[in-house]
């Protein structure tokens, strides 16, 4: 029997997070593409890329700026070409979706639910989603990081998405596979479902 429209499990608006949700996390391949481009040991190029990611994702560095504060931080330099190469390994690296969940986010616009779209992304990468993943067009709201200011778990990601969605916090659910994340969502007032599987999250969203 379908749940009543005030059950928990039938939000008015389900806003999903990207990576780790809709679209997978860096491959095993692209992160080694990237540390063979940048010519540093590995470990010391992971502590820079991290360190000086959320300004990225939050759109106040521009990629060829994130880039040399990287190599500063590792004491080298990238050049122009260097960079261009850092910033298409990088997008590739993030470029793989998992094609179950695109399913499902179309089942959902094919039945009418109101679905929106939060997602921690520099620029160059939102472009190249937007360009190159048709289906994003079934969000007709899509806050990314880069464009709003704000990256998750940052409380003010998600009161922009509340307030450009003009719903009760309640009457949203947040999908996304980090726990810090679910809290940050719950914190403002919004339910949370921790993504594990596509079917535990199917049963949850068309029951």
């Not at 060829?64 to 990088?90: G, N």
């Not at 929106?116 to 520099?122: D, E, G, R, T, V």
């Not at 289906?135 to 709201?141: C, D, G, Y």
Request: proline share 6%; net charge negative; with cysteine.
């Amino acid at each position: 029997m379908p749940d009543a429209p005030d059950s928990p499990l039938q939000p008015d608006v389900v806003l999903f997070d990207l990576f780790g949700v809709i679209a997978r996390h860096q491959s095993a391949e692209g992160k080694d593409r990237l540390v063979r481009t940048a010519e540093v040991p590995a470990a010391e190029f992971w502590d820079a890329y991290w360190a000086r990611r959320q300004p990225y994702d939050q759109g106040e560095l521009t990629g060829t700026a994130y880039w040399r504060q990287v190599a500063d931080s590792l004491a080298t330099h990238f050049d122009e070409h260097r960079i261009a190469e850092l910033i298409e390994a990088d997008t590739a690296s993030w470029s793989a979706v998992d094609e179950t969940m695109v399913t499902l986010v179309e089942e959902l616009a094919a039945a009418d639910r109101r679905i929106a779209l939060l997602s921690n992304i520099p620029e160059e990468l939102a472009t190249y989603y937007e360009e190159h993943h048709h289906w994003l067009k079934r969000f007709p709201l899509r806050a990314f990081s880069c464009r709003i200011g704000h990256a998750k778990p940052d409380p003010g990601a998600y009161r922009w998405c509340l307030n450009a969605l003009r719903v009760e916090p309640d009457r949203v659910l947040f999908v996304d596979d980090r726990e810090e994340n679910i809290r940050a969502a719950e914190a403002t007032g919004m339910r949370g479902h921790l993504f594990t599987t596509r079917e535990r999250l199917r049963e949850a969203l068309l029951p």
